[in-house]
């Protein structure tokens, strides 16, 4: 069956180290994969997408890669901040299906 | 400033109660969603509709109902045939019906629980 693993557990960080979360999956080929950061109580947010034929995409202090190979995709915060706390989701597509959420890792950063 | 309208917040159900859950967007989006998520959990698609007057099950739409009059408006309705509910449920919206193209817009939720 298809899956998507991302880390149960919290990420533990200090301020100002760059955070790295992994988001892995099997029988999936997929298209599309995107990355939301959802805060307690609240609807997930959008922050990147990366199609299967990229291999890196930033934004500002965030970087994401895909590696179809290893059918897994890294998230990273360079220089992460208290504020950068939250849970993050990973959630991909192949070709013509609905998007389907990882269940989260939860990151601390702490000052 | 556009986006999506959930409600109520908070919501209890009793048993052999349905109940309605409300979604409103205004960003002009065509395609919208219901997810369910459960604690530890990713968020499960209940129903999704690409155009008005259309919609389509979901991974988990047992127990639930939907309807699509108007394109800003997706409200969900959580049967007594649901005999686990007590879940968040999010709405949300896409310029196109996504399929993993284009980022999903997401309400703020609405927590259900049962009395």
């Known amino acids: 069956s298809q899956k998507i693993e991302q880390n149960s557990e919290a990420l533990n960080i200090q301020e100002g180290k760059t955070a790295t979360l992994t988001c892995n999956y099997t029988n999936y080929s997929p298209a599309y994969l995107q990355w939301y950061r959802q805060d307690p109580g609240r609807g997930p947010v959008f922050l990147l997408l990366?199609?299967?034929?990229?291999k890196e995409k930033r934004k500002e202090r965030l970087k994401v890669t895909f590696d179809t190979t290893l059918k897994q995709s890294l998230f990273h915060i360079t220089a992460s901040q208290p504020a950068d706390s939250a849970t993050y989701l990973c959630a991909l597509t192949a070709a013509g299906n609905m998007l389907t959420f990882g269940g989260g890792t939860r990151l601390m950063v702490k000052p | 400033d556009g986006g999506i309208t959930q409600s109520p917040k908070y919501l209890f159900r009793k048993e052999g109660q349905n109940v309605t859950l409300s979604c409103e967007q205004n960003l002009n989006h065509d395609a919208m969603y219901w997810y369910r998520q459960d604690p530890g959990q990713g968020l499960r698609l209940i129903y999704y509709s690409q155009i008005v007057n259309d919609f389509q099950k979901g991974d988990i739409a047992e127990g639930y109902s939907v309807s699509r009059e108007k394109k800003e408006s997706f409200p969900l309705t959580v049967t007594s045939a649901q005999k686990n509910p007590t879940a968040f449920y999010l709405c949300a919206s896409s310029i196109i019906p996504s399929q993993g193209r284009q980022p999903q817009h997401f309400g703020d939720g609405t927590r259900l629980s049962i009395l």
């Open positions: 990366i199609r299967e034929n990229e």
